[in-house]
């Protein structure tokens, strides 16, 4: 795996940090770490997305967050557990897996700095 596609899976996770945050945070400290989270999850969407194609960065970034998401909330958060949660999650996280598969990991070539108009 490439460094770009660690930074989108790095990302997902840490997206999970500030979506609970968004719900639980009730503390000074819990938001300070809510806001940092957004910061450091966007700015690894953005450097992945210098290399790779958008529309499958942002996928896979949303489905791993909204996966992590979804079994945080039951891990953690008392979310009543669901097997139709759990076939759902798997099912996006199947179509995420099939993304990455098809996508061509050639990172872009930097555009060129000539006189093009």
Same mark, same amino acid.
């Given at each position: 795996?490439n460094?770009?596609?660690? &930074?989108?899976v790095?990302? @997902?996770?840490? /997206?999970v940090?500030?979506?609970?945050?968004?719900?639980?945070?009730?503390?000074?400290?819990?938001?300070i770490?809510t806001?940092?989270?957004?910061?450091?999850?966007f700015? *690894?969407?953005?450097?992945?997305?210098?290399?790779?194609?958008?529309?499958?960065?942002?996928?896979? &970034?949303?489905?791993?967050?909204?996966a @992590?998401?979804v079994?945080t /909330?039951?891990?953690l958060?008392? /979310?009543p557990?669901?097997?139709?949660?759990?076939l759902?999650?798997?099912?996006? *996280?199947?179509?995420?897996i099939?993304?990455? *598969?098809?996508?061509?990991?050639?990172?872009?070539? /930097?555009?060129?700095?000539?006189?093009?108009?």
């Amino acid at each position: 795996m490439n460094r770009y596609w660690l &930074f989108v899976v790095l990302g @997902g996770a840490i /997206e999970v940090i500030w979506v609970s945050g968004l719900k639980h945070a009730s503390t000074p400290l819990e938001w300070i770490v809510t806001v940092l989270s957004i910061a450091v999850s966007f700015g *690894l969407i953005i450097e992945a997305s210098k290399k790779l194609p958008v529309g499958t960065v942002y996928a896979v &970034f949303t489905g791993l967050g909204t996966a @992590g998401t979804v079994l945080t /909330e039951m891990l953690l958060f008392g /979310e009543p557990f669901r097997i139709s949660k759990i076939l759902l999650i798997a099912l996006l *996280l199947v179509g995420v897996i099939g993304l990455k *598969l098809v996508t061509d990991d050639t990172p872009k070539a /930097e555009p060129s700095q000539g006189g093009a108009v």
